[in-house]
């Protein structure tokens, strides 16, 4: 058991405790070992034990974790130290930096150099530290690649969240960066030539160049006149390029860009740079031809930045100057990669242009970047084919399905710039152009662009649209199931289209239908079924009875809760639609397909039945809350609701399931959601209920405070608080349930430990406080 960190341990103890963590094959004792060196690096004794750490180098482990120490402290409790011991902590880190060689492993190089840089930031009385460092150790060339690391970690340092810097402080740091950039550019300049052999070391380079770009004090005049300038796009060039160097040139490249964003201020450095990128293309190919998926990538990343750099000038100026168009054509190059992670690199610089070119909203400029959006698309549709061996219907759950997902997305916000007519028209003549040779995947990416722009059609149009549903519906059962899934997700898209020509419904509903038959398609087809039931539902009620049918068969087929709860709430808004003397009928025979097997686990023993098992009631309570939901007919003043008098005949099996699982919240709390959308569907033609329901509440929250009683007091009060006939009863109601609710409120962390019913209290007593102001307005 290690000591409790009372008193500042022996250097003994503390190695004791490494070599327990990092060599003990006992897991306890390492938990042990690990908790106890936490508890010193917190500590103030963390300072001098890891500076005696590091002072006598005794093993990897140990100059590791002091390293580590001394860098943690100074970022998160540099305000332990008194100021007059900032000038010894300087000294003796600038000591430990002067031992390392090339042996010294570079996580602790790493650690040391965070140190220093941490130091130099918050260290306010160390003036011109990057001279002092590049003084001290720029004369050497066993010390330069540690020079260089402190050089690319400080300015990254600047904007840390976690150094208590403030505004005056940052900006004061800025301007001695500024002040030093000449110096640190000779150097970096130096080292270009000494390293050019030596690929990890000229990587160093480029990453600490890459560093003073990112915050912007990198003097143009001066970078301009430097082989700096350049370096970077000549080692992209070369064809064997390491991959280490690669990146740390295209970092470099990818910061020195988005420094030029503002272009106006720095007109000569994007010159340079665009011209700099222009010899890139022919590298970006043969890395293609080389199958170097990684260096591709970097091209495409460099393309991209500089894209989205020079974007206003692309769209205030296009084809001029620095608003040059070959640069959407290296995009639209590299969105012909193979391989769509490529691809997806440039989707921000669409947004960002699609979003430029709406707010502009002017047509003749909308016209010039329409053939490259058209381009992408085209590109987009390719890069979207399944895999051909697939076999299953499409999967949004990994990598690629969330690409295609992502495709879709960024089709909507770009169709306008086409017109998703044209788009349509576009995809339309890919189905209709393809031979009997081509293969499904062809068929079910262009099926997906199309769904991806279908809510964009206008509802009126009556040339390409006819086609295309005709199109479709022509697709046979023996199809690739891909394909089918994604006609049927079609025509739910299409349900705005399809509300303006109600001659199609029929055979889009067969269609639909015969998808609910198939497993792998039933969740799809019942999704899109309840969008044209809820779109058409003026079309639909002819087909009401068709439609209950389903529902009584729902549980054959392969559905998700989702879509299931989705088809019943199509179908009750259909119902809502049917003449009055035919809603009850129609919601009788509704609700009795729920009642019955919720009736039935009403006679079995088991109060606390497991989530999602056979005999949880909750399937059943959501389907009834999904029907009262969107079952809502139009009455006039003094008209029998018709509703009324099945959701009397339902309430007496939601009251036994309210006493069955009182003890149950989960289940609670679907009982009063249900009960809520039966109230509201019926308004104050719920009156009837009141009495029974408020006395059972009331009886059951002595017994089990469960809030959503309370929400669904609050629910009462909203319909009837103002009815003058009711407010005593619901004064009453109120009085009754705050003895319960302020008893487990006043228990110690009451309020912390029950916050919805703290909520719901709250929203009982507004209403009622709004109720009662009525009461006397009135």
Known sequence: MWIKMD??????????????????????GKEKASVWLGELQRSVFAWKISDQLLRINQSLESCYFAAQTMRTKIQYAFHELPANSHQSLRDSLLEHAGKINVDTPSVIVTQLSLALADLALQMASWKDPILDLVHRFGQSQQHLPFLLEVLTVLPEEVNSRSLRLGANRRQEITEELKKAAPMVLQLMDACVDTCASDPRAHAKVF????????????????????KLMMAPFQVLVVRDCPSVLHEAATDCICSALYCAEDATKNIKLSEALYHGVLTLPNAYHISVADEDTDKSVNYCRIFTELAESFLEIIVQTPNQGLGDLRILELLLTCIGHHMYEVAEITFNFWYRLSEELYQQSRDELTEIFKPYVQRLIIALCRHCEIDVDHEGVPDDSDDFGEFRLRVSELIKDVVFIVGSSSCFTQMFENLRTQSPSTSWDVTESTLFIMTAVAKNILPEENEIMPQVVEAILSIPNTAHIAVRFTSLQLFGELCDWLEKHPDYLDPVLQFIISGLQEPRLATIAANSLQCISTTCRDHMTNHFQGLIQITKAMDTFNLSNEAALGLLKGTATILAQLPH??????????????????????????????????????VWLDRLAAIFRHTNPKTTNGQIHPCQQVIQEVWPTLSQACTKYQGDVRIIERCCRCIRFAIRC????????????????????????????????SILVDEYGTEPNFQEGLLQMLQAFCVPTFKILEEHNGLRNHPDTVDDLFRLCLREHLSLTYKVKW
């Open 207 to 226: 990453r600490c160049l890459g560093s003073w770009y990112s915050i912007g004090v990198v003097p143009p005049e001066l970078i301009l006149n430097s």
């Open 7 to 28: 008193s500042e341990p022996s250097l003994e103890t503390v190695n004791h405790a490494l070599q327990a963590l990092y060599n003990n094959p006992d897991v306890a």
């Open 581 to 618: 003397d035919k809603v009850a009928e129609g919601l009788r025979e509704l609700c009795s397909i729920q009642l019955n097997p919720l009736s039935k686990l009403m006679s079995e023993e088991i109060n606390h039945p497991k989530q999602g098992s056979i005999h949880d009631p909750t």
């Open 682 to 713: 019926l308004g104050k033609s719920s009156a009837s209920l009141l009495q029974p329901l408020v006395s059972q509440m009331i009886s059951l929250y002595q017994v089990h405070q469960h809030s959503c009683f309370l929400y669904l007091g």
